[in-house]
T-cell receptor, first 114, second 113 residues
Framework: AQSVTQPDIHITVSEGASLELRCNYSYGATPYLFWYVQSPGQGLQLLLKYFSGDTLVQGIKGFEAEFKRSQSSFNLRKPSVHWSDAAEYFCAVGANQAGTALIFGKGTTLSVSS | DVKVTQSSRYLVKRTGEKVFLECVQDMDHENMFWYRQDPGLGLRLIYFSYDVKMKEKGDIPEGYSVSREKKERFSLILESASTNQTSMYLC????????????FGPGTRLTVL
């Protein structure tokens, strides 16, 4: 069965420092992978997605993610973090053949220190 | 601007009450979803619908039912609310086809006393 693991529950990064959030997935075929962000009191917003092709995917707000099939990973990166990036981040994988439902990881909370 | 709205941001109900959570989207999306979000557990899919009057169980459907009589509206029903259903409930919608972006509402924080 498909699953998603986000190993880090909480990460603190200094403003201006680089960021990497980890995501590992379990899926038999080529996965559909997503990163969503949830700011406090808000719903989730899509940052980026990977379906096929170039394994380095660019998203909104300066984020990127790299798909590594050999490591079953889809880590999210940002070269320089801003205080407004403090939020909860969720990795997700496509869950069913119909192409509708997603399985979400448990999330990583990012805190940004000044 | 695309929009998913949920009927309440905060709701307090008593054990045993029947609870309706409403979700409306204005994007003419085929798919709609109800998730439950709990600290440390992430988002868990309760039910989803890919068309009017069609529904599919997600990972945790027990204690919940859904209704989709119109394309834009997807209701989550707690037939007899229990304290373990205290949670944040998120609604989302997406276009039909493979894994299109899901647009989320702001959530309803439900407390069952």
């Amino acid at each position: 069965a498909q699953s998603v693991t986000q190993p880090d529950i909480h990460i603190t990064v200094s403003e201006g420092a680089s960021l990497e959030l980890r995501c590992n997935y379990s899926y038999g075929a080529t996965p559909y992978l997503f990163w969503y962000v949830q700011s406090p009191g808000q719903g989730l917003q899509l940052l980026l997605k990977y379906f096929s092709g170039d394994t380095l995917v660019q998203g909104i707000k300066g984020f990127e993610a790299e798909f590594k099939r050999s490591q079953s990973s889809f880590n999210l990166r940002k070269p320089s973090v801003h205080w407004s990036d403090a939020a909860e981040y969720f990795c997700a994988v496509g869950a069913n053949q119909a192409g509708t439902a997603l399985i979400f990881g448990k999330g990583t909370t990012l805190s940004v220190s000044s | 601007d695309v929009k998913v709205t949920q009927s309440s941001r905060y709701l307090v109900k008593r054990t045993g009450e029947k609870v309706f959570l409403e979700c409306v989207q204005d994007m003419d999306h085929e798919n709609m979803f109800w998730y439950r979000q709990d600290p440390g557990l992430g988002l868990r899919l309760i039910y989803f619908s890919y068309d009017v009057k069609m529904k599919e169980k997600g990972d945790i459907p027990e204690g919940y039912s859904v209704s989709r009589e119109k394309k834009e509206r997807f209701s989550l029903i707690l037939e007899s609310a229990s304290t373990n259903q205290t949670s944040m409930y998120l609604c989302a919608s997406s276009r039909g086809g493979n894994y299109n972006e899901q647009f989320f509402g702001p959530g309803t924080r439900l407390t069952v006393l």
